[in-house]
């Protein structure tokens, strides 16, 4: 049968997956999928732990998929663009597609607990702009990060 709730005690209970991001080894967090657990494939729901003095992710923006945050405990900074802005629990965070890079940045004393929602769309595409690479996501076939300098834009399917 199919699980449709995910009861306080075993959101408590979940250990949750420690990831390190792939370009970023100071981004660890536990990852605590709510939305796997009951089978939702639209948008990912998580609930994010992260440790002082580590960040939650790599310095990114999405292209197509919108993403938000809502902070549970703790403090943080949080990058958008090139601003910095101190973020607590019971701020929330919108990222809009093509919006601005973001990351947070657990600058407290405590664990920054957080609630992330995120579009699972079946193409994205990504940059991480402090690695000066993009990422192409499309469903099916592996992810690809490429450098910047290797991008090109030929002019192909132009029509006389």
């Not at 732990?49 to 403090?75: A, N, R």
């Not at 993009?134 to 991008?151: K, M, S, T």
Request: glycine share 10%; charged share 30%; hydrophobic share 35%.
């Amino acid at each position: 049968m199919q699980k449709y709730i995910v009861t306080k005690e075993e959101i408590r209970a979940h250990k949750g997956v420690r990831k390190s991001h792939f370009l970023n080894q100071n981004a660890r967090r536990i990852n605590k999928s709510l939305g796997d657990l009951t089978g939702i494939t639209g948008f990912g729901f998580h609930i994010i732990e992260v440790e002082p003095g580590h960040e939650s992710t790599e310095l990114h923006k999405h292209y197509h998929e919108d993403e938000c945050i809502f902070v549970l405990e703790g403090q943080a900074e949080a990058t958008i663009g090139e601003a910095k802005y101190q973020v607590k629990a019971g701020d929330f965070i919108g990222y809009r597609a093509g919006g601005e890079a973001h990351q947070l940045w657990n600058t407290g004393q405590s664990v920054l607990k957080c609630i992330v929602v995120g579009q699972r769309l079946d193409h994205d595409v990504g940059d991480y702009p402090r690695k000066k690479k993009r990422i192409f996501r499309n469903q099916g076939l592996d992810w690809n990060v490429v450098d910047f300098a290797d991008l090109s834009a030929p002019e192909a399917g132009k029509k006389a």
